[in-house]
């Protein structure tokens, strides 16, 4: 199969080297940055609503960021089936929170949102990016973040949030990742975002099975190729725990691992929970991919 064509404004066949979030420019040749979750939600499938309450998401934020995290994302919503969170209860979880750590932090702060209305909301409270898992199935959503500024998140999935996906089939599973990104990142540049404002990211666990989710983990140096820069969310998925017969509080380690490997192979944002052992993994590789500059 023919692979399909870099939209305008990329670089095909090279990796980005440049991130923008808000004010801030980021060089990302060699050293990625770490993305430290926060979850606003009752029934996340890591901590179990650890910080639902805002001041135990502040207290996670200071200690996340002493830990070295680069920027924080806050979610308001689970990405997996679950109850129905409506606009006004995800706006009501997501929007002081951001409030919050925009007045205690000097840090970027990302909203984990498909809703258009939340993410537009969220960055007047102070987010410079977007992060959206539903690949911009609101129409909105682009016209927001350029309106702001921000940059977003493109993330590949088969069905969309919440919706259960449970054998998925693909007839190549890189070859329809790396389809469905570069159209996004091709919406995103017709809405006036430059490539260092356009994240892409495979969806690891999001409507793949976890040989699907290891194969496009091995592939990542395919998908990092795209001209823009890559986000690696492997962090205690689900993929891991069923290769390895590791519950969600035994993954530690093999988080670790997968975000090693996609550092070598090129993802330059990752989103993780535990934070220090992934800043000291990420700042190993980078000293190991700079020498052999």
């Keep these: 199969m023919a692979r399909p064509s870099a939209p305008s ?9 440049t991130l923008r979030l808000g004010s801030r420019t980021y060089d990302i040749t060699d050293r990625p940055l770490i993305m430290g979750i926060l979850n606003r939600t009752p029934d996340s499938f890591y901590d179990k609503g650890l910080t639902f309450e805002l001041d135990d998401l502040v207290r ?21 089936p679950g109850p129905e969170v409506g606009e006004a209860e995800e706006l009501d979880r997501v929007i002081p929170a951001i409030e919050a750590l925009a007045a205690r932090f000097d840090i970027p702060l990302s909203v984990d949102t498909w809703r258009a209305s939340v993410a537009r909301a969220a960055y007047a409270a102070g987010a410079v990016v977007g992060n959206d898992i539903s690949g911009f199935a609101d129409p909105d959503y682009l016209p927001a973040a350029a309106e702001h500024g921000a940059t977003v998140v493109a993330t590949h999935i088969r069905l969309g949030p919440r919706i259960p996906d449970p054998e998925p089939v693909y007839d190549d599973v890189v070859e329809a990742v790396r389809t469905f990104l570069l159209e996004r990142a091709d919406r995103a540049l017709a809405a006036g975002l430059a490539p260092e404002q356009i994240i892409l990211d495979a969806g690891l666990d999001l409507g793949k099975t976890a040989q699907q989710s290891l194969t496009l983990l091995r592939a990542s140096d395919q998908l990092t190729d795209l001209g823009f820069p890559f986000l690696l969310s492997a962090s205690n998925k689900t993929f891991l725990g069923v290769v390895l017969g590791l519950e969600i509080g035994q993954r530690k380690e093999a988080s670790v691992s997968a975000t090693s490997l996609g550092a070598i192979l090129g993802c330059r944002i990752m989103r993780v929970h535990e934070v220090g052992a992934h800043r000291q993994a990420c700042d190993a590789v980078a000293a190991m991919l700079a020498a052999g500059r």
């Design 9 to 17: 404004g990329s670089v095909r066949g090279v990796r980005a080297t």
């Design 60 to 80: 996670r934020a200071g200690l996340l960021i002493d830990q070295g995290a680069d920027l924080l994302d806050v979610g308001g919503v689970k990405a997996g």
